[in-house]
């Protein structure tokens, strides 16, 4: 299992790929993709801000009542406009990072059960994390092609 460092630096590398596919998105921000995609694969780029906005706490709550810290509250978020998105986005992001950044070597190979996400580690949730963010970041950029 990597240090808890090395996950930090993982995750803020992904986070900012993703903000930085997010930052180019206004144009396309109700464009659906073309085809019959369906699930994820269906959804405008507002749908994925707010999906990825909502997963930092919907994480950090997770790590933060294994590793016994005050954590933030999982809730759904909405954007009303492009604008927002982006603030919105850094400010719930680092919910989770506080969360994160409190995590030791020794807490990374703790296990934990999430109910939506089954048996793991919090190494292995945070490893979700980063390819969830990368996976978005990914779907942003086919958005505008």
């Keep these: 299992m990597p240090p808890a460092a090395e996950i930090r630096q993982a995750i803020e590398q992904a986070f900012a790929a993703y903000m930085a596919e997010l930052e180019q998105v206004a144009a396309v921000w109700e464009r659906k ?45 909405t954007f009303a406009d492009f604008e927002s998105s982006i603030a919105g986005t850094r400010q719930r992001q680092q919910l989770l990072m506080d969360v994160v950044l409190q995590l030791s070597d020794e807490q990374v190979s703790r296990e934990v059960e999430h109910p939506r996400l089954g048996k793991n580690t919090i190494g292995g949730l945070l ?11 990914s779907q942003l950029k086919s958005l505008r092609s």
């Design 127 to 137: 490893g979700i994390v980063t390819h969830h963010l990368d996976d978005h970041a």
């Design 33 to 77: 993709p073309a085809g019959a995609a369906e699930g994820e694969d269906a959804w405008c780029a507002r749908q994925v801000a707010e999906h990825i906005a909502s997963s930092g706490p919907f994480f950090g709550a997770a790590i933060a009542a294994t590793i016994g810290v005050p954590g933030p509250t999982p809730e759904r978020v």
